[in-house]
């Protein structure tokens, strides 16, 4: 029962709302400080509690006596574990996850060729999912011209936000749809398909306009942050779950920032040319991102905006600080000759307040000599993201940094600019729903997060910290102290010696039994598989950054044999209970690599911040193994600078962490 705009929770209404049966006396605490917490003004509540605990059906009783909320996750596996958990919860994933049912009409009537993959293997082609869909280029399959596709206003909902909630398109409409459906030119042109057809929804917008029309529905945080500005799209809520909320600087910063690569970009102006003005000269970089900005607009048709926009940012942003922008050497004329088909962007499938987005609805035309639809989706994606980038660093700077200039002899193939506070992004995340709800096994410092989210801890945020009742006995955590492990000692032979054999030796212990090896890099990784035995390296599952992971943990999970993950990426959001891993090891303690100028930026700027995120990601990795009170596993630390963090950080790493590690009084 949802108890919708009530001025104040009661513990009782939040235990009728648990979606489960049983409860756990450290759940039934964490209920009532939540209740009054948000009885007490709060609006921001910060949870800390184990693997294990049940984080999420206590979400799911605040949000479903709260009446409606949207649910953020860090993967598409948590979200389908949500909705697998709790079937009354809607998922919202992205385009690229669904195929084009125009697309497959095209491969099923043998008229199907690509624009972009050389094959003609239909099977072998990435771009038939929806992301890549005629309606997200070409006008003639845009907003209603697609068949397949529904909208909002269509979809009733019964018991809305309730366990009973039912969301339908109604009979009406359908017969509608179908009608409209066995009209569409489309179908007529379709030689070799059978007709008549029954109409089906595209399962993209389907599962879409089911998500916005519910009470209740999860998204990643990829997806909520890109549908954030749409107000039209994402009403206001009462509550937002932000779930591995110590991710979302990392969601936050990887959404905001920008890299621009010679092999993505050239794919759209052949003679690119990238200069390398430097680390410290934004200014100059800002002039190149407006320069491809000009020649990218040109590209897909939308020149109008290119002097609508230097106005803007002149007026808005003074940009005639720039020399180079100000004399207007990024101004282009419309290009004429072949004909054009009109394009649309993908962002404006639905209205949207996004004025950035609206921009890119007006004049877009792509010659098809020019570019295919496929790469014009790209292309168009690709532009929207440089011009909020653009604005973006106009508005503050001093808040972007130069994090990484990568070439290969004398020449640029790779910049990328990142913010260094995404506090101002937060914002808008945080002012969503009326009441904020942000969980993790490992919030560790919350000060610490409260300063990288703009939160004010004393003020706006309530910390509500559970205790982990796993067994000591069954996550012991054994410091081995082979060496000192930084960047130096990490080039030494008798040091790589001593790591590749203290790990055969482990995986030799442990021979009959999975599990894992977490490195901080792919070159600590390489040399292990390299130099340890023959009948240990056979056992080794190696991610790869041109493989999907889950393609590997798959492989791990339906191994009978006694297969061990060896990986720098594997610390978080993975699941191995049970016989899946019996053992970890952490090679090293994963302080962030102060080479990153990124990293050294927020590292000079708050140096707890830098311990902090060394903390998370070491307690995250040895959690990876044990997932419940009847799981077991040990863990071994390789680096003697173990006993120095813990040491240094004994605020921080919380008790049930510290209890663990063996040879400590």
Same mark, same amino acid.
């Given at each position: 029962m949802s108890n919708q705009g009530k001025s104040s929770l009661t513990v009782a209404d939040l235990i009728k709302n648990f979606p489960f049966v049983y409860k756990r006396e450290s759940q039934n605490y964490v209920i009532n400080e939540i209740c009054e917490a948000f009885n007490s003004g709060y609006k921001h509540i910060l949870l800390e509690a184990p693997t294990g605990f049940g984080k999420s059906p206590v979400a799911i009783a605040v949000a479903m006596t709260m009446g409606s909320s949207y649910i953020c996750t860090s993967t598409k596996d948590l979200q389908t574990q949500y909705s697998r958990d709790f079937s009354f919860l809607k998922v919202a994933k992205g385009a690229n996850n669904f195929r084009c049912l125009v697309k497959e009409d095209f491969i099923k009537n043998k008229t199907y060729r690509c624009g972009v993959c050389a094959s003609d293997d239909n099977d072998e082609c990435r771009h038939t999912s929806v992301e890549y869909g005629p309606c997200m280029t070409n006008e003639s399959f845009q907003d209603h011209a697609c068949k397949y596709r529904t909208f909002v206003k269509d979809y009733k909902v019964t018991n809305k936000g309730s366990k009973d909630e039912q969301i339908y398109i109604n009979k009406s409409d359908e017969i509608n749809y179908q009608k409209e459906f066995s009209q569409w030119l489309h179908l007529k042109n379709l030689k070799y398909v059978k007709k008549p057809r029954e109409w089906k929804p595209c399962e993209?917008? &389907?599962?879409? &306009?089911?998500?916005?029309?519910?009470?209740?529905?999860?998204?990643? @945080?990829?997806?909520?942050?890109?549908?954030?500005?749409?107000? +039209?799209?994402?009403?206001?809520?009462?509550?937002?779950? %932000?779930? *591995?909320?110590?991710?979302? *600087?990392? *969601?936050?910063? +990887?959404?905001?920032?920008?890299?621009?690569?010679?092999?993505?970009? +050239?794919?759209?102006?052949? /003679?690119?040319?990238?200069? /390398? @003005?430097?680390y410290d000269d934004l200014e100059q970089w800002i002039e190149f991102l407006i320069e491809l900005e000009t020649r990218m607009l040109t590209l897909i048709g939308n020149t109008s905006m290119i002097e609508l926009l230097a106005l803007q940012r002149k007026i808005k942003y003074g940009l005639h600080s720039l020399d180079g922008v100000a004399k207007g050497e990024y101004e282009s004329k419309p290009t004429t000759g072949s004909k054009k088909k009109r394009v649309v962007s993908a962002s404006n499938l639905y209205d949207s307040d996004d004025e950035i987005a609206q921009k890119y609805q007006e004049n877009i035309s792509i010659s098809g000599a020019n570019i295919s639809e496929e790469l014009a989706a790209d292309a168009i994606r690709d532009t929207e993201r440089l011009t909020i980038t653009i604005n973006n660093i106009l508005s503050n700077p001093r808040n972007w940094i130069i994090a990484e200039i990568k070439k290969e002899g004398y020449e640029v193939i790779k910049v990328e600019l990142k913010p260094l506070d995404i506090s101002p992004y937060c914002k808008h995340v945080f002012e969503k729903?009326? #009441?904020? %709800?942000?969980?993790?096994?490992?919030?560790?410092?919350?000060?610490?997060?409260?300063?990288?989210?703009?939160?004010?801890?004393?003020? *706006?945020?309530?910390?509500?910290?559970?205790?982990?009742?796993?067994?000591?006995?069954?996550?012991?955590?054994?410091?081995? &102290?082979?060496? @000192?492990?930084?960047?130096?000692?990490?080039?030494?032979?008798?040091?790589?010696?001593?790591?590749?054999?203290?790990?055969?030796?482990?995986?030799?212990?442990?021979?009959? /039994?999975?599990?894992?090896?977490?490195?901080?890099?792919?070159?600590?990784?390489?040399?292990? #598989?390299?130099?340890?035995?023959?009948?240990n390296t056979r056992r080794l599952l190696v991610t790869d950054p041109e493989i999907q992971r889950d393609e590997i943990i798959q492989e791990h999970i339906n191994s009978i044999k006694p297969t061990v993950l060896i990986s720098p990426s594997l610390h978080t959001g993975l699941d191995l209970k049970g016989e899946l891993s019996r053992f970890q090891i952490i090679t090293k303690v994963p302080y962030p690599n102060k080479n990153d100028r990124w990293i050294n930026a927020k590292r000079n700027l708050d140096e707890d911040w830098y311990y902090w995120q060394t903390a998370l990601k070491l307690v995250q990795a040895s959690g990876r193994s044990i997932r419940s009170k009847e799981d077991w596993a040990k863990t071994y630390i390789l680096d003697s600078a173990f006993g120095y963090f813990v040491n240094k950080n004994r605020d921080i790493l919380p008790d049930w962490f510290m209890q663990a590690v063996r040879g400590r009084s």
């Open positions: 993209y917008f &389907n599962q879409l &306009n089911i998500a916005l029309s519910s009470g209740h529905s999860i998204f990643n @945080y990829s997806n909520f942050l890109a549908f954030l500005p749409n107000s +039209k799209i994402l009403h206001p809520r009462e509550l937002l779950v %932000l779930d *591995e909320g110590h991710l979302l *600087e990392t *969601e936050i910063v +990887k959404f905001r920032g920008l890299s621009i690569t010679k092999r993505r970009w +050239k794919r759209y102006i052949q /003679d690119l040319q990238m200069v /390398d @003005y430097g729903c009326s #009441k904020v %709800l942000i969980m993790s096994a490992t919030i560790l410092d919350p000060k610490a997060f409260c300063r990288s989210v703009g939160l004010m801890y004393d003020k *706006e945020v309530k910390f509500i910290q559970v205790k982990s009742d796993f067994p000591i006995e069954n996550r012991p955590i054994y410091p081995m &102290n082979i060496a @000192y492990l930084n960047f130096n000692n990490l080039q030494l032979p008798d040091i790589k010696s001593s790591i590749t054999k203290t790990i055969d030796n482990i995986m030799t212990i442990h021979k009959k /039994d999975k599990g894992i090896v977490h490195t901080t890099s792919y070159e600590q990784l390489n040399f292990i #598989k390299e130099k340890i035995s023959q009948e």
